[in-house]
């Protein structure tokens, strides 16, 4: 088996999931259930697309989707922190709004490329045997290598993350600190969609330069269970995406050799099983939620009438 | 103001001599998926701008289930005269209202139930170009691997990945086609994965029978030969690109509106081959003319009649006769296919649909 490409296909199918479980890590951090990472996906993809079609320029269009992707992303904010509603639904709702409204917008940009992120070998460390081929690859992923310390450090390390957990676990200590509990909410969510939306542009401007209605094809819900799997930690996001992607691409690569593949569609059963019984567990016993560090606040819309 | 349009439409209509049919479209998919659905659409602007007097509508992303009856009985109730259902989980509820609404005409695709008054079944034989695709890319081939990237294990793909394995070993029984699953219809970037594992096992030319054209722009990158599906890829392809079997549903609905409009239409059950223009194969400056020349050669002969891809012998993967010498495989056969020709590397999964 050709090893490199198995290592390159595994990045470039785990780098799409590896934002988008990103950016739902700082928005869950700061203790909002976003469940239309899908639509997030999709609104990044197109706009990207767009973007790349119309101009030529794909890193304007990397930052355009990013844009929308915050921008979109404020609408779930708006719904789920100033009116309070269920964050279960209104990010059901943000998913078949990004959908519906890419499918309108996206028909004038089907059966159409454009320009895309070629590869870029970084100077000798793409030499390296075997190994070289994580640096025989687009900018994009190389941006993935880098965000991942940066946040992990932004998280644990900085006094912005403290401030950030500290919404996420307890909001009413951190209101009482005089921390802007709603404000910084907003601005997860605008940061965590924009990244999450950086995962859809990575489909439609890196791995494929294209766009196809519904092209991130379930992708925001694999990234939805792999930020528990990760246990919300960039670097075990990481890990879960990579891991992801290389059993896809490792069954891909088995049926291509002409080996069976009953085994690899178990496989990919795995982050799902793994995050199913991750859900279990957490209903039955809250000192394990706590132990693998989910925001204690997930999903608690904070009130300051309401306090505990 | 649309109302006005609309009554001013109708009037000089009237006044012009010919009355106003509406037509509507049952899609299960976006008309943006650049697939099936896509293909469709497609046939209903060709209808659209063929026949005079005809408005069309379609509504997309319609649920397979019975609940898809609502949106036909909201199409009838709306003055809709023909109503094109143009997915297999359509069949039963088109059925119900076809038995309903007797003085409307109801069209199945891709089905198998159908009266003779008002509910056609139709499909087309596209295993007819997907074989002469498979010619191509077995003449084509230097390595003598083919890639095949496939989407969801059910008869019909079955049938159309055999019908090109057998055009493969026609001209080239040396040759192999790997195939890949990706177990979707449409997924670029999986796609593309696919393409690219079949590359690393040496393959040479790429073909597809999912979606999107992914496959067709990765095997462009990499300088591999590439056949698409459903409708013409060569934008994403320009150097490497072959061509694909493609559907042609405008030819068939633009013919069974003017027989409808002439009264002489006759319901029943219809699966038109490359005779009929239902389906075609398309082909790019980027085959050479002796191919071209063998692919038209077979084109004519099945267009005549003269020969069928299912002909015996033909092998399945144990070696095993499963068509004798000379004889043609029944429709019923073809319809309900679970095995894969020897040529092919690769398994169908079980238990899927």
Redo the contacts between chains.
């Keep these: 088996?050709?090893i490199e490409?198995l290592i390159t296909?595994s990045v470039?199918?785990g780098t799409?999931l590896l934002f988008a479980t990103l950016g739902e890590i700082i928005t869950e951090r700061a203790g909002v259930l976003n469940l239309g990472l899908e639509g997030l996906m999709l609104v990044g993809a197109l706009s990207g697309f767009a973007t790349s079609y119309m101009t030529g320029n794909v890193w304007l269009a990397f930052i355009v989707a990013l844009i929308a992707g915050g921008l979109f992303a404020l609408i779930h904010a708006f719904m789920s922190i100033t009116l309070r509603v269920n964050q279960v639904v209104s990010g059901l709702a943000l998913t078949m709004l990004g959908s519906g409204i890419s499918?309108v917008l996206?028909?004038a940009f089907?059966?159409?490329?454009a320009a895309k992120f070629n590869d870029i070998y970084i100077p000798g460390l793409s030499n390296i045997p075997v190994l070289g081929a994580f640096f025989k690859m687009d900018a994009i992923v190389y941006l993935g290598y880098i965000l991942v310390p940066v946040l992990y450090i932004i998280i644990f390390k900085t006094k912005l993350g403290l401030t950030l957990r500290a919404v996420g676990e307890e909001p009413s200590a951190a209101d009482s600190r005089g921390i802007n509990v709603f404000l910084v909410r907003y601005i997860a969510k605008g940061c965590g969609g924009a990244l999450t939306a950086a995962g859809g542009a990575y489909?439609s401007l890196a791995?494929?330069?294209?766009?196809?209605?519904?092209?991130s094809?379930g992708r925001g819900w694999i990234a939805v269970a792999l930020v528990i799997f990760s246990a919300w930690e960039p670097f075990k996001a990481l890990v879960g995406s990579y891991l992801f992607g290389f059993v896809?691409?490792l069954q891909?690569?088995l049926?291509?050799?002409?080996v069976?593949?009953?085994s690899a569609?178990i496989l990919l059963m795995l982050p799902y099983l793994i995050t199913v019984l991750t859900m279990i567990l957490f209903s039955f016993n809250k000192n394990f939620r706590n132990r693998v560090g989910a925001p204690s606040a997930l999903s608690v819309p904070y009130s300051r009438e309401e306090k505990m | 103001m649309k109302k006005f349009l609309v009554t001013i439409l109708i009037i000089s209509s009237v006044i012009m001599g010919f009355s106003i049919l509406k037509v509507g479209f049952l899609y299960i998919g976006p008309v943006g998926d650049f697939g099936w659905t896509y293909a469709h659409d497609l046939g209903r602007k060709y209808l659209e701008d063929h026949v005079p007097g005809v408005i069309t509508t379609y509504i997309e992303n319609v649920p397979e289930s019975i609940e898809s009856y609502r949106y036909i009985e909201d199409l009838v109730k709306k003055d809709y005269k023909i109503i094109f259902a143009t997915s297999f989980g359509f069949m039963d509820a088109t059925e119900q209202a076809a038995k309903k609404y007797p003085d409307v005409y109801f069209f199945h695709c891709s089905g198998y139930k159908y009266n003779n008054t008002n509910f056609t079944a139709y499909f087309g034989r596209i295993y007819q170009p997907s074989f002469l695709a498979g010619i191509i890319a077995g003449m084509m081939t230097k390595s003598n691997i083919i890639g095949y990237v496939a989407p969801v294990p059910i008869p019909e793909v079955i049938r159309i990945t055999n019908a090109f394995a057998l055009g493969v070993k026609l001209v080239n029984p040396e040759a192999k086609v790997h195939v890949v699953w990706t177990h979707s219809w449409f997924d670029p970037a999986q796609e593309k994965e696919a393409a690219k594992s079949l590359m690393d096992v040496g393959a040479d030319v790429i073909a597809q029978q999912t979606d999107s054209a992914a496959p067709v722009q990765t095997a462009e990158e990499n300088g591999v030969y590439s056949i698409g599906y459903n409708s013409d890829m060569a934008v994403f392809g320009p150097s490497y690109y072959l061509g694909a079997p493609i559907w042609n549903w405008g030819a068939y609905y633009v013919k069974v509106v003017k027989e409808i409009m002439a009264g002489t239409y006759k319901a029943g059950f219809y699966w038109g081959g490359m005779d009929e223009d239902i389906v075609k194969i398309s082909m790019t400056n980027n085959v050479p003319d002796k191919v071209k020349a063998v692919v038209g050669a077979f084109e004519k002969l099945i267009k005549e009649g003269k020969f069928d891809p299912f002909t015996g012998p033909i092998y399945n993967q144990k070696g095993e006769l499963m068509v004798k010498e000379g004889e043609r495989m029944s429709d019923e056969e073809l319809l309900s296919m679970d095995w894969f020709v020897d040529n092919i590397v690769g398994s169908i999964p079980k238990a899927s649909h």
């Design positions: 088996m050709n490409g296909a470039r199918l799409p499918g996206g028909k089907v059966g159409k490329p489909l791995a494929t330069s294209m766009w196809i209605e519904n092209m094809a896809m691409s891909l690569r049926q291509a050799m002409g069976a593949h009953v569609n």
